[in-house]
C-alpha cells in the first residue's frame, strides 16, 4: 500500500457487509486532495438540501432519495486514480454535480407543490433528456430545464436501483417487460405523479425508438403544457434532408417565440456558440492527445464530462469552458510529462452502443483489473463540427445537423455509415485494438448490425468483447454479469492475467 498506481488490491474494498470497508490510500497528497474533495460533495449536499424549497422536494420526490449516493459514485468514478487523472476527474465531473444542483433548485423553486415561483414558471421552456438545449442560446431571458434528468436519468448513474421503482410501476399499468427502461422509467415517474410539474412549454425530439416517443407523448399528457415535437430526420447524412431539418429548428424556435413572448436573440445565439465551438475545439485538442501513446482526458471523466458540455451547456455557460481550458492545460502538462493512469496500458479501447446507467465507471474497472485504457465512447464523438457564427441561414442548417446527430441517435440512426463505417474509422484514429460492444438487451436499433460488427471487425484486425446489460434495470443484467463477460474474454482469447487479481470477481451488489 503506498502512493504508486496499483499498490493495494481495490477489489478488497468490496467485501464484507459495507459497501465500502474505507477510503482507498493513495499517498499523502492524493488521499488528502481525494478526502478534501469527498467532504465537498458532503457540503455540496447539505448546502443545497437546507434550502427550504430543496428540502421540501427531498421529501416529495422519492427519486430525490439517490442524490445521497453522490459521494460514492464520485469514489467509483475515480478508484485506483492519482495525480492529475484524479484532479481532472474530481474538477470536471465536480463541475456536472454543481450544474445538476442548480437545475434542481430552479426546478423547485418553479413547481407549483413546493416554491410556486410563477414569474420564473412563466420563462421555463422544458427540453427532454435527449434534446440538446444549444437553441436556447438565442433566448438569453429564458430558463432551460430538464425534468427527465435529474429524475430518471443521473438518478440511475447515482443509484444502480435508482429507477427500479418506477420501472415496475408502468409494468403494473401493462406495458410489457421488454420495453426500454428509460421510457418505461419516465412513464412511471409520470404515473406516479413524480414529475414536477413546470414550464410554459415544452420541446421534445423524435428519439431512436418507438418507446422513447411513447414516453415523450404520456410526459406531454401529464406536463399538460403546449408541447413541440422536433421532428428531425432519420436519415441524417444525406444532403436532401438539411433544408427541412433546419426548418424544423426554425419551427422550434417559432414555436417558443409564440409561447413565451420572447423574439430570438441572433446576437445571443451567435455569442453562445463562439463559446460552443471553443468547447469544441478543446475536447478535438484532446482527440489529438488520445491519438498518442499517453492519452489523459479519457474514460469516464471524457464520457460524463462532454455528456453535460453539449447537452445540458450547450455554448450557454462560461464555466464549462474556462473548465474545457483548464483540463486542457492539464492534460497538456500530463502528456509532456508521461503520466499514465495505470501501471501498465495493455490495450487500447472504444465503448460503442449505448452504455449502462447503472455502472458508468466500467472503463475505470478495465483499467484498474485488465489494463484497458478507453481512448473514447461512442456518444462523445456526436458533437465535433463547427456552427457557422455569421450567416443566418448556415447557422439553421449546422444547428439542425447538431439535433440530426443528437445523443442517442447519432449512431443508431443514419444507416451503416454512422452506425458501423465511422466505428472503424475512430479505431484507425486512435489505434484501437479493443471495441467493447454495449448490448443493450432493451434496445432493438442496433441489433440488425450484430454480424455485420462482427464481419467488419475480422476484417480490421479488431477484437469485439460484448457486453450486455440493460440500461436502468440491473436486475437484467447486473455490474458483476458485466465484467464475467468481459473476464471470459481477456482470459480464453487474449490468455492474460489480470492485473489485480482483487477486481477480477467481487459481489457489488449491494454497493450503490
Known amino acids: 500500500m503506498s502512493k504508486n498506481i496499483g499498490s493495494e488490491p481495490?477489489?478488497?474494498?468490496?467485501?464484507?457487509?459495507?459497501?465500502?470497508?474505507?477510503?482507498?490510500w493513495r499517498g499523502l497528497k492524493d488521499t488528502w486532495y481525494d478526502y478534501v474533495r469527498w467532504l465537498g460533495y458532503w457540503k455540496t449536499?447539505?448546502?443545497?438540501?437546507?434550502?427550504?424549497?430543496?428540502?421540501?422536494?427531498?421529501?416529495?420526490?422519492?427519486?430525490?432519495?439517490?442524490?445521497?449516493?453522490?459521494?460514492?459514485?464520485?469514489d467509483r468514478h475515480t478508484e485506483g486514480m492519482r495525480g492529475t487523472q484524479l484532479r481532472m476527474a474530481?474538477?470536471?465531473?465536480?463541475?456536472?454535480?454543481?450544474?445538476?444542483?442548480?437545475?434542481?433548485?430552479?426546478?423547485?423553486?418553479?413547481?407549483?407543490?413546493?416554491?410556486?415561483?410563477?414569474?420564473?414558471?412563466?420563462?421555463?421552456?422544458?427540453?427532454?433528456?435527449?434534446?440538446?438545449?444549444?437553441?436556447?442560446?438565442?433566448?438569453?431571458?429564458?430558463?432551460?430545464?430538464?425534468?427527465?434528468?435529474?429524475?430518471v436519468y443521473t438518478s440511475s448513474m447515482m443509484s444502480q436501483d435508482g429507477v427500479s421503482y418506477y420501472v415496475d410501476v408502468t409494468h403494473q399499468y401493462g406495458v410489457p417487460s421488454d420495453v426500454c427502461p428509460m421510457?418505461?422509467?419516465?412513464?412511471?415517474?409520470?404515473?406516479?405523479?413524480?414529475?414536477?410539474?413546470?414550464?410554459?412549454?415544452?420541446v421534445q425530439c423524435n428519439t431512436t425508438?418507438?418507446?422513447?416517443l411513447m414516453g415523450n407523448g404520456i410526459e406531454a399528457r401529464s406536463f399538460k403544457i403546449p408541447t413541440f415535437q422536433l421532428a428531425v430526420p432519420i436519415r441524417h447524412r444525406q444532403e436532401s434532408v438539411q433544408e427541412y431539418a433546419a426548418e424544423e429548428v426554425v419551427n422550434a424556435i417559432h414555436f417558443i417565440e409564440e409561447q413565451t413572448g420572447e423574439k430570438f436573440d441572433w446576437d445571443a445565439f451567435f455569442k453562445s456558440m463562439k463559446r460552443f465551438n471553443a468547447e469544441t475545439e478543446e475536447f478535438l485538442e484532446w482527440m489529438e492527445i488520445s491519438k498518442t501513446d499517453y492519452p489523459q482526458v479519457m474514460g469516464v471523466t471524457l464520457a460524463l464530462y462532454r455528456y453535460g458540455v453539449y447537452q445540458a451547456a450547450g455554448g450557454r455557460n462560461?464555466?464549462?469552458?474556462?473548465?474545457?481550458?483548464?483540463?486542457?492545460?492539464?492534460?497538456?502538462?500530463?502528456?509532456?510529462?508521461?503520466?499514465?493512469?495505470?501501471?501498465?496500458y495493455r490495450h487500447r479501447a472504444m465503448t460503442w452502443g449505448v452504455q449502462a446507467a447503472y455502472y458508468t465507471a466500467l472503463p475505470i474497472w478495465l483499467l484498474n483489473c485488465w489494463g484497458v485504457v478507453t481512448i473514447a465512447d461512442m456518444l462523445s464523438m456526436v458533437s465535433t463540427e463547427m456552427v457557422n457564427t455569421e450567416d443566418k441561414h448556415q447557422a439553421m442548417l449546422d444547428l439542425a445537423y447538431l439535433y440530426e446527430n443528437m445523443i442517442m441517435r447519432n449512431r443508431s440512426n443514419g444507416g451503416y455509415e454512422t452506425g458501423v463505417e465511422a466505428l472503424w474509422r475512430f479505431c484507425e484514429m486512435f489505434n484501437i485494438d479493443i471495441v467493447i460492444m454495449y448490448v443493450h438487451m432493451g434496445c432493438?436499433?442496433?441489433?440488425?448490425?450484430?454480424?455485420?460488427?462482427?464481419?467488419?471487425?475480422?476484417?480490421?484486425?479488431?477484437?469485439?468483447?460484448?457486453?450486455?446489460?440493460?440500461?436502468?434495470?440491473?436486475?437484467?443484467?447486473?455490474?458483476?454479469?458485466?465484467?464475467?463477460?468481459?473476464?471470459?474474454?481477456?482470459?480464453?482469447?487474449?490468455?492474460?492475467?489480470?492485473?489485480?487479481?482483487?477486481?477480477?470477481?467481487?459481489?457489488?451488489?449491494?454497493?450503490?
Not at 421510457?183 to 415544452?202: M, T
Not at 425508438?209 to 422513447?212: A, V
Request: aromatic share 10%.
Open 318 to 344: 462560461q464555466a464549462f469552458l474556462d473548465m474545457d481550458k483548464k483540463l486542457t492545460k492539464m492534460a497538456l502538462d500530463a502528456y509532456k510529462s508521461k503520466e499514465m493512469a495505470a501501471k501498465e
Open 209 to 212: 425508438c418507438d418507446g422513447s
Open 45 to 74: 449536499l447539505i448546502t443545497f438540501i437546507i434550502k427550504p424549497n430543496n428540502m421540501k422536494g427531498f421529501f416529495r420526490y422519492r427519486w430525490m432519495i439517490n442524490y445521497l449516493a453522490l459521494p460514492d459514485f464520485m
Open 10 to 24: 481495490l477489489g478488497r474494498f468490496y467485501t464484507g457487509k459495507k459497501p465500502k470497508r474505507r477510503r482507498e
Open 183 to 202: 421510457p418505461a422509467a419516465e412513464l412511471g415517474v409520470a404515473l406516479a405523479d413524480d414529475f414536477p410539474l413546470i414550464g410554459c412549454c415544452a
Open 444 to 512: 432493438k436499433s442496433m441489433s440488425g448490425y450484430h454480424g455485420l460488427f462482427e464481419e467488419e471487425a475480422r476484417k480490421h484486425g479488431i477484437h469485439l468483447i460484448w457486453v450486455t446489460h440493460n440500461l436502468m434495470c440491473p436486475e437484467d443484467g447486473t455490474r458483476r454479469d458485466m465484467r464475467t463477460e468481459i473476464n471470459r474474454y481477456m482470459r480464453t482469447v487474449f490468455r492474460e492475467e489480470p492485473l489485480d487479481p482483487s477486481l477480477e470477481d467481487f459481489d457489488d451488489s449491494k454497493s450503490w
Open 90 to 151: 474530481h474538477q470536471a465531473l465536480g463541475l456536472i454535480v454543481t450544474d445538476i444542483c442548480g437545475m434542481l433548485g430552479q426546478i423547485f423553486k418553479a413547481d407549483p407543490a413546493i416554491g410556486n415561483d410563477k414569474k420564473l414558471n412563466s420563462k421555463i421552456v422544458l427540453f427532454d433528456e435527449n434534446m440538446m438545449s444549444t437553441l436556447m442560446g438565442g433566448f438569453p431571458n429564458l430558463t432551460w430545464l430538464s425534468v427527465e434528468v435529474p429524475a
